[in-house]
């Protein structure tokens, strides 16, 4: 009993601590943890990759309607990315879940 009892507590208090330890400067909210790997993987090959909170939604709209042909992704994943690196989207997509 004693032993689960403390690996319960280790398990709650890694929960708590784990976003604060290393990793990107703010923690991904959970639905953009897929779509930032799409983003490291296929992102960066002909240009620096452009980071969230870089461009408006308005420039990423516009920017990534003309990479339908550079970067296959399904039409969620687009939606996604926009909303995962929009600089407007930080705040509301972490609280999100
Ligand atoms: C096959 C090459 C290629 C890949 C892969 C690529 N891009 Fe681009 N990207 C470009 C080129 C060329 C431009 C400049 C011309 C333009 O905006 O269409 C550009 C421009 C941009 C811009 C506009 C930058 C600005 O200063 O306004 C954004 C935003 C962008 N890319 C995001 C992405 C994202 C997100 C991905 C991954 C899904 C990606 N790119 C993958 C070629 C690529």
């Known amino acids: 009993m004693r032993a689960s009892l403390l690996a319960a507590m280790c398990a709650v208090i890694f929960a708590a601590l784990a976003p604060a330890c290393g990793?990107?400067?703010?923690?991904?909210?959970?639905?953009?943890?897929?779509?930032?790997?799409?983003?490291?993987?296929?992102?960066?090959?002909?240009?620096?990759?452009?980071?969230?909170?870089e461009k408006s939604r308005e420039q990423l709209e516009r920017a990534l309607s003309r990479h339908h042909k550079r970067?296959?992704?399904s039409d969620e994943d687009w939606a996604l990315m926009v909303d995962y690196l929009a600089a407007d989207a930080r705040d509301g997509g972490a609280a999100a879940d």
């Open 71 to 73: 970067v296959r992704l």
């Open 23 to 53: 990793g990107p400067a703010a923690p991904i909210a959970p639905r953009f943890v897929g779509i930032a790997s799409t983003h490291r993987a296929k992102c960066g090959s002909c240009h620096a990759h452009v980071e969230p909170g």
